[in-house]
């Protein structure tokens, strides 16, 4: 720095400093207003725009892939992409130790590299487009963090482009960009700024068009969504529909079988009825979740926890279970009002239920659970409407318009007998009675042709008299 340039950096410093502010009260109350305008905006997002809930955390699930914070997203996208390197992308030290501490270091060793004295933009074009490439990489790796790294063998050709053209909008243009920037800085010191604007505005475009091809041709994924129980109502209904695939099997709908019948290995096994004082006065919620989570093999209980079964039950469902069993059957707990509503809607004068609308949940509370993939029924499953009307070995179980139909039979108390008079279908369910409400609604279902959606039983329904 010479003489004269040093003069007129002193004459600045005091100018400045005689026409500067004071530190109390001018920046701390301007400091004060950003720092509230922050607190407000923060707030306000999560008054009306909130996160969305999540399970709880469960160390047991294996198949569960976890995934970093929003504002780290850059960096496990950073890492996927660097993985594809050849020969050195399978070092993962290299890209989570050495290379970001590179570009930490660039940061700090910018101010050395463009030692000009000068404040206007113009004149620090080097380690403005530096600055500026970075956050505009930080920015776009962030948002296809969600597109697929690597795409699978029977992909289009657009799905591989989409993946192929990852590393170069996140990795080799913007690092090219820098290196471009401090190069033009470094070694070419009479360069015009222009050079390093149309530089990084050149870079900046291709990112930018590179990031816009991969949303083009990047493959749909669906979200995996998981609907989170918050209000004590949505985990006592959440609870019962859990309680209903899972258990009604063994204990009933109501919690009271004492002797379970129909299940393969536990037939005439003596349980305790679990909607009993017994049970739930003796039993803490804790210890009741352990029971499900890990099971009881002395008596013929399997564990439901994801700890042995992928396929098993989160932490926050086993919760839900064991909420459900205190508020519906536990006196010492009160039912909110809201959890007692009806199973469906109720059916007027003369009108026909739906599937969607009154079936689907009547068939989710009283049969599902045994009519599933894995359980003894005769290979009829009634987990969607097609099986529902069209599967098992002694199909078909419904025929549209006839009364005789065989599940109407049985979930009115009447066995199925072969010719030689032996029980080939018993009464369904097996350990509870379906409520008149219940059977009159399949029998109108069946009698008006099985519709599937409201507006196809709308169109049959038959308007009351005035």
């Not at 990852?166 to 920037?181: D, H, K, R, S, T």
């Not at 379906?434 to 279902?445: D, G, I, M, Q, S």
């Amino acid at each position: 720095m010479n003489g004269e340039t040093k003069k007129k950096l002193d004459e600045r410093y005091q100018r400045e400093l005689y026409e500067g502010e004071f530190f109390w009260p001018d920046s701390i109350f301007k400091d004060a207003v950003v720092a509230l305008g922050i607190s407000i905006l923060l707030i306000l997002l999560a008054t009306f725009v909130g996160v969305a809930g999540e399970p709880k955390a469960d160390p047991s699930d294996t198949s569960y892939i976890p995934r970093p914070e929003w504002y780290f997203l850059f960096l496990f996208k950073f890492l996927a992409l660097y993985g594809q390197i050849p020969l050195i992308g399978k070092i993962e030290w290299l890209a989570t130790v050495l290379v970001p501490s590179i570009a930490i270091g660039l940061l700090l060793f910018l101010p050395f590299v463009d030692r000009s004295q000068d404040r206007h933009y113009a004149k620090r074009a080097m380690p403005l487009g530096v600055m500026f490439i970075m956050v505009l990489d930080i920015l776009i790796l962030t948002l296809i963090s969600d597109v697929p790294t690597v795409a699978a063998d029977d992909a289009t050709r657009w799905v591989k482009l989409s993946a192929s053209l990852q590393p170069y909008a996140g990795l080799v243009i913007p690092g090219a960009v820098m290196l471009a920037l401090i190069a033009l800085a470094k070694f070419f010191k009479t360069a015009s700024w222009k050079w390093m604007a149309w530089t990084t505005g050149g870079g900046s475009f291709l990112m930018v068009a590179l990031t816009l091809a991969i949303f083009a041709f990047a493959p749909t994924v669906a979200a995996d969504e998981s609907a989170v129980a918050e209000t004590l109502v949505d985990q006592i209904l959440a609870g019962q529909d859990l309680y209903s695939v899972q258990c009604v099997e063994c204990h009933g709908d109501d919690g009271k079988v004492t002797i379970i019948e129909g299940v393969k290995g536990l037939e005439g096994k003596e349980i305790s009825p679990i909607n009993s004082r017994d049970v739930l006065y003796t039993i803490n919620d804790a210890s009741m979740a352990e029971l499900i989570a890990y099971g009881r093999p002395d008596s013929g209980m399997n564990p439901f926890g994801k700890m042995y079964n992928p396929e098993g039950l989160s932490r926050s469902e086993i919760d839900n279970i064991v909420i459900f069993m205190r508020y519906m059957w536990d006196d010492r707990f009160e039912l909110p009002a809201e959890a007692l509503q009806p199973l469906f809607p109720p059916l007027a004068d003369g009108e026909v239920p739906s599937y969607d609308v009154h079936i689907a949940p009547i068939v989710k509370r009283y049969c599902i659970s045994c009519h599933r993939e894995g359980k003894e029924n005769n290979n009829y499953l009634m987990d969607t409407y097609d099986n529902v009307i069209n599967m098992g070995d002694n199909a078909p179980n419904l025929v549209a318009g006839d009364a005789n139909s065989i599940l109407l039979q049985v979930i009115q108390g009447h066995e199925i007998l072969d010719a030689q008079g032996e029980v080939i279908i018993g009464v369904m369910p097996p350990k509870s009675t379906l409520k008149p409400n219940v059977v009159e609604a399949f029998l109108r279902w069946i009698m008006a042709g099985m519709p599937r959606t409201a507006a196809d039983a709308g169109a049959l329904s038959v308007p009351p008299a005035p």
